[in-house]
């Protein structure tokens, strides 16, 4: 669930159109009386998550409603993020067509449509029908790369035995897909699970993906849509790399991470409640789950963020009560910051066993001394100027063992939930994420 929730998050129209949306929408969903709303609840917790940079909101909504979404889900089970991405962009549409066509929230930017087209051996009678395209799955089993497994997807296929509506004969017709209109967003589902003898099996290989993804080879869109869209062939076929999901472990036990890009050179690798920041070729080694891409012509997420007059560095955390919030060595003091501070310690206090329950008598500048990118001149204790005490020294020893740079994060978790259940191994019980 947190990965899928992380790579929504990172897409900027997405979350533009979301909340130029809401004021409409939250009027026919009062008037509609749903119990559960993902459009409600994704915008409070992207709100949430950009506003309170730093501090701790939690996806609890979205736990305590995954049968909403799909309603095989259980919660503290482990579920698919494929399935959970599809469950999610459904609910989506529908709780925006509460209020009509004018509110659809998915579709501009997810979904695009193919050519199904069809040639008659016999006489050469072609037809193309559209048909709706809401992200690809793609075999891997028999391709090593993206554009391998594309190209299988594309890939001619003649059917025999059937009958021509041109020539009424019984010929044999050839069938191919291509992008007839390509969507904003392009989401792409390696199949790293089978079936074989009615057994779940991962197919754990390196599939090669690129940082820049080229579709004209794919595109077979009729002249009628690119001159209705206005755009030129290049804006409408190149596409940026911006998110990853990653499945780590196997089909009954397992966890996914994601990656996001939020500006061209700059890759975070997201584990619940741990970032830190890789390198893109590191991301490039990873055997990929999910991808998405975005059309070269949409804003990056550090652009949306210096248009909100935030600083996309400031890692802002949604976790739960059990993880201790990641704290960002550049963040420059102020009032916000104090805040962030003060919350954090206070899940500190929580978190670990043996600190003082009074809060208030917490030191912010402890937390200071331990970070070396914070002013420490500009930090005043929480406890309206009092000396540093007992309970602050507490607090910063154990603030010491969180590192400036965030390090890697680890991978799996000993919970004993990562061991139960059959299914391909998700993280939909675990309430944490980052945003950076």
């Known amino acids: 669930m947190n990965s899928v929730l992380q790579c929504i998050t990172h897409t900027v129209p997405f979350v533009e159109r979301l909340s130029s949306i809401l004021s409409d929408h939250q009027m026919s969903c ?8 993902s459009i409600c609840a ?9 506003a309170c ?5 939690s996806p609890n909504e979205f736990s305590r409603n995954l049968t909403a979404l799909r309603p095989t889900f259980k919660s503290f089970n482990q579920e698919d993020a494929h399935e959970f991405l599809i469950g999610l962009l459904e609910n989506l549409k529908s709780c925006g067509s509460l209020n009509g066509a004018s509110e659809n929230l998915v579709a501009p930017i997810f979904e695009g449509s193919l050519n199904h087209q069809m040639l008659c051996s016999g006489c050469g009678h072609g037809s193309a029908t559209p048909e709706p395209l809401h992200g690809l799955s793609l075999a891997i089993d028999k391709s090593d790369s993206l554009l391998d497994a594309l190209k ?8 025999e035995g059937l009958t021509c509506d041109e020539c009424k004969m019984t010929v044999a017709k050839d069938k191919w897909y291509t992008f007839d209109e390509a969507p904003l967003v392009v989401s792409f589902h390696l199949k790293r699970f089978s079936t074989e003898s009615n057994n779940i099996q991962k ?3 390196f599939v090669e993906f690129p940082l820049e993804l080229n579709l004209q080879p794919f595109h077979g869109g009729t002249q009628e849509n690119k001159e209705k869209k206005k755009i030129t062939l290049q804006e409408e076929i190149l596409y940026n790399l911006y998110a990853v999901v990653v499945h780590i472990g196997s089909c009954g036990s397992g966890h996914y991470i994601s990656y996001v890009r939020p500006s061209p050179g700059l890759w975070y690798q997201l584990n619940d409640s741990e970032v830190s920041q890789v390198s893109a070729e590191e991301v490039l080694k990873q055997n990929a789950y999910l991808l998405f891409y975005i059309r070269q012509t949409s804003p990056w997420f550090s652009s949306y963020m210096d248009k909100l007059g935030k600083d996309s560095s400031r890692g802002s ?13 550049t963040v420059k003091p102020s009032r916000d910051t104090e805040q962030i ?18 809060t208030e008598s917490l030191s912010t500048a402890a937390l200071y001394k331990e970070y070396p990118g914070i002013d420490s001149s500009s930090a005043v204790a929480s406890g309206s100027g ?14 010491s063992g969180i590192p400036s740079t965030p390090p890697p994060a680890k991978i799996g978790s000993t919970d004993p939930m990562w061991d139960s259940g059959q299914s391909s191994g998700s993280d939909m019980s675990d309430d944490s994420m980052v945003i950076p």
């Open 341 to 358: 501070i003060t919350e954090s310690l206070k899940n500190l206090v929580t978190v670990f066993g043996g600190f003082s329950s009074n």
């Open 203 to 205: 197919i754990d290989k």
């Open 53 to 57: 940079s730093g501090s701790i909101v």
């Open 42 to 50: 994704l915008h409070k917790l992207v709100k949430r998550s950009i």
């Open 386 to 399: 009092k000396p540093e005490t007992k309970a602050d020294s507490t607090a910063a020893d154990a603030i």
């Open 317 to 329: 955390i949604i976790e739960n009560e059990k993880n201790v919030c990641a704290i960002p060595q």
């Open 152 to 159: 299988f997807f594309m890939i001619v296929e003649r059917l």
């Open 30 to 37: 009062q008037s509609g009386r749903v119990d559960f709303c």
